[in-house]
């Protein structure tokens, strides 16, 4: 690299960096007292939308039990979860001992997928006691002798649990009954006493039929750090799936010739328009889904009006941008 174009990069890397935080509508964090539900698959694993959908539908059905059970329920977001890819392989989150120095794998792959959440998600961060959000994290890393389980204001479950939920409402009982359980510990509750026949019971099994008497539901409701988080209806039609946090690894869309090669989920499953941005932030190019071309496998896009040079491409859904990477185009 020689002396201009570092100079150049130094120059335009303040640029860039504003442009892409002022861009990153999926930055922006949901409303305050819901459920936040992520599915993080490692940097080697390619997203498979069918895990994010699942999820999502098995949150809803959660969420429609407690309030048949209750009287209440808590909110989940629109849409359900929120997709992260993660900073490292799969064998990383398998294999690196957590707490540092442990022998037990049990806890390996959700204590490492929830510590890189934490670096992926400042939000998180900055609100480790539950006061703004409750997390369910669903992880796609499991090594041998992999768990998971759940404690007040937070959900953390391995790739088996993440495989459960995609093939959802397939064994209903079991993927049901889990999370209505797992839930429960996330609302403060500890598990029963033998099987009463209570969801925190190995009665979950039975799901929908496991009961949560009253005693469960008043714990529950008056569990202080559950303030603000019940509502006694449910007022809107969950999407199941969304885009998250901004990863610039995520998605990788290429610009071979006069055109732009995107991710089949991009407009496919996600429904998603494509944009392209100057570096002084000026939109250069738009495409909504129906614009798309195929590749192959793949949806294209008529690029050639564009000049050469590097473009800040994103992912947009409903007028937010969810996603951004930089491109290149050379002609």
């Known amino acids: 690299m020689n002396k201009s174009t570092l100079l150049r990069l130094l120059y335009l890397a303040p640029l860039l960096t504003a442009l892409l935080i002022s861009m990153a509508g999926a930055a922006t964090d949901p409303p305050e007292k819901t459920v ?3 599915y993080v698959h490692p940097n080697d694993v390619p997203l498979d939308s069918a895990y994010p959908i699942g999820i999502g539908k098995l949150m809803v059905s959660c969420q429609k039990w407690y309030l048949q059970k209750c009287g209440f329920t808590f909110r989940i977001n629109n849409p359900v979860c929120e997709v992260v890819q993660g900073s490292h392989p799969r064998s990383w989150y398998e ?5 540092a120095g442990s022998t037990d794998r049990y806890w390996f792959s959700v204590f490492n997928g929830w510590d890189d959440l934490l670096k992926l998600v400042p939000s998180i961060t900055a609100d480790r006691n539950h006061s703004k959000w409750k997390i369910v994290l ?3 890393a499991e090594g041998p002798g992999a768990g998971g389980g759940a404690s007040p204001g937070e959900v953390l479950l391995p790739k088996h649990d993440a495989d459960g939920a995609k093939g959802y409402p397939k064994d209903t009982a079991r993927w049901g009954g889990g999370m209505c359980h797992e839930l429960g510990h996330c609302w403060g509750l500890p598990d029963a006493n033998g ?3 209570t969801i925190m019971s190995a009665a979950l099994y039975a799901w929908p039929n496991c009961t949560f008497p009253a005693n469960l539901v008043n714990t529950i409701k008056n569990f202080s750090a ?10 809107e039609t969950a999407n199941y799936a969304m885009a998250g946090p901004v990863n610039l690894q995520k998605w990788v869309p290429v610009i071979r010739g006069d055109r732009i090669q995107v991710p089949l989920s991009a407009t496919s499953v996600f429904g998603a328009s494509i944009g392209i941005y100057d570096l002084s932030g000026r939109r250069a190019a738009y495409f909504s889904p129906t614009a798309a071309e195929s590749a192959g496998s793949l949806p294209t896009f008529d690029v050639g009006d564009l000049k050469n040079g590097n473009y800040i491409c994103s992912f947009e859904k409903n007028g937010k941008i969810l996603q951004t990477t930089i491109v290149k185009k050379i002609h």
């Open 36 to 38: 936040r539900v992520f």
């Open 195 to 197: 099987d009463d026949g």
């Open 138 to 140: 669903e992880m796609d």
């Open 226 to 235: 559950n303030s603000g988080f019940w509502v006694t209806e449910i007022t």
């Open 95 to 99: 294999n690196t001992p957590n707490p």
